[in-house]
Each structure stands twice: as C-alpha cells, then as structure tokens.
C-alpha cells in the first residue's frame, strides 16, 4: 500500500492533518480484518520545477519504522503555480522501482493512493527521473503511459481533500478521471478521516469491508 502526499502551498492546512494521521492507518486495516499483512509505503510530492524536495519516498513497512517515515515528511510548502505538481514522478517510482510479493508471487495488485489538489505534468523528464530517481530513460515517459504501467500492479486512487485550494475545480476531477477513471477520484470532506476513507476503500476491493 502506497500512499503519497501533495505537500504544496496549494494544500493548504490539509497536509499537517494527513500527516497526524497516517499512523494509525495500520492499526486501522489490521483491526477492521481488511486486509492481511498490510505493508505500507508513505512519500510526499512537490514541483520538480520549484522545490527543493520534490519526491520523498520511503519503503514498504509493517512496523513502527512507518511512523519515523511520516514524522520525517518535509512538508515544504512551495509548489509551481501551475495547477500541476510532478506527481507523475511518484507513479513512475511505484511503476517501475518497486517489487512487491503480492503481484509478483499471486499476480494480486497493491493500492496506490496519491492525495493532492493539482493534475500531474504531461510527462515526466529525462532529467527528472534521472535526478530524483536515478533512473536513465532515452526520452520522456507521457503520463499516461506512467500510469498504465502502474495500474499493472497497482489500484490508483487520487484522493482530493476539502479544504484545498482547488477542492471544487472541474478541471481537476477531469484530468484525473481521464488518467485512472472517474471511479478512482475519491473526494475527501473531512481530511481527518482520510486513514477510513484509504482503509474502506481497501475493503471494498477486497471484499472484507465487514470484516
């Protein structure tokens, strides 16, 4: 289970909530039965373009290192102005630089949950992804081909919580619902509910929602 925080200027207060939060996601999925031996992964997302830690990333955990990986979230605040952050980034890291036993060994996918306000890049950069992720391409990868090698071995889930600056934009709903359907674009009304909101989610496809 991944999930990624937008940590832009345009989350405004949601950011500091969400990482309050998080902790106790694991307690959640293991108390409700939703899902078995839960290991989660937590990273931020910022500008390629404008910030100085644009991807923040740490492993798959099961234990209280999860918590040492959210308190150590740099929540930078900054951001591009462009209605876009490099989200795209993020989704490449799940697509192609992660082995998960799930897939792999049963074929069953992992959850990714991004949680932002903006739509990602149209692509993401050879230089980015060599910078950020030491990853050598011959030229950019589009989205949308990001996104598809990612939901191979992922469900993608874009969350859009309230209180955000662009809570309400059409076009935001829109961009995402084209990259992973409208489906898997979730709006969150109260971002202290945000453990519940991924934990359900999980139990729906799952099958263990009352569990």
Not at 56 to 65: K, V, Y
Not at 116 to 125: I, K, L, V
Not at 130 to 149: N, S
């Amino acid at each position: 289970i991944g999930v990624v925080l937008d940590v832009t200027g345009s989350m405004a207060s949601v950011p500091p909530i969400i990482q309050k939060k998080l902790p106790t996601l694991m307690g959640l999925l293991l108390r409700k039965g939703y899902i078995k031996d839960p290991q989660i992964l937590i990273g931020a997302v910022g500008d390629n373009f404008s910030d100085r830690v644009p991807l923040q990333l740490g492993q798959f955990e099961s234990g209280i290192e999860m918590d040492d990986n959210i308190t150590n979230l740099v929540l930078e605040g900054g951001g591009g102005g462009s209605n876009q952050e490099s989200y795209q980034d993020a989704i490449y890291f799940f697509a192609h630089r992660t082995s998960i036993d799930c897939f792999e060994k049963r074929q069953k996918k992992g959850y990714l949950f991004l949680i932002g306000d903006e739509a990602p890049y149209a692509a993401a950069r050879v230089d980015e992804l060599d910078k950020l992720l030491g990853v050598t391409v011959q030229r950019e990868v589009p989205t949308t081909e990001i996104v598809k090698a990612a939901q191979e071995k992922y469900e993608v889930f874009f969350i859009i919580p309230k209180g955000t600056s662009h809570f309400d934009a059409p076009w935001l709903k829109e961009a995402w619902g084209k990259l992973l359907g409208p489906q898997r674009v979730i709006y969150l009304d109260n971002p202290d509910a945000v453990c519940e909101t991924i934990a359900s989610t999980i139990g729906l496809l799952e099958g263990t929602l009352d569990g």
